[in-house]
C-alpha cells in the first residue's frame, strides 16, 4: 500500500470480508476492532514509523492473520 492510511483501509476491508464468514461470536472481537478509533490510530502510527501492523482473529481451531508493513523502513 502507498500509506498507512491505505492499509489500514485494506486491513478494515479484509477484517469485514472475515467476519461476514463467521458465527456471530467469533466475528464479535472483529466487529469491535472495526469500530475501535485508539487502535486504527496505534495501526496507523506503527505504519507511519515503518513497522509492520498485525490483527489476529480466532475462531476456535483456526487463526487469520492480516499483516501490513511499510515497502520500506523509516528506520
Known amino acids: 500500500m ?3 492510511r491505505l492499509a489500514l483501509r485494506w486491513l478494515r476491508s479484509r ?4 467476519a461476514d464468514q463467521l458465527d456471530a461470536a467469533a466475528a464479535r472481537p472483529i ?3 472495526l ?6 490510530e496505534y495501526a496507523l502510527f506503527a505504519l507511519a514509523r515503518g513497522d509492520s501492523y498485525l490483527l489476529t482473529i480466532f475462531e ?5 492473520t492480516l499483516s501490513a508493513s511499510p515497502a520500506w523502513s523509516a528506520k
Request: glycine letters at 0%; zero cysteines; hydrophobic letters at 40%.
Open 31 to 33: 466487529r469491535h476492532w
Open 60 to 64: 476456535e481451531a483456526t487463526r487469520y
Open 15 to 18: 477484517a469485514i470480508d472475515i
Open 35 to 40: 469500530s475501535d478509533h485508539a487502535a486504527h
Open 2 to 4: 502507498a500509506t498507512p
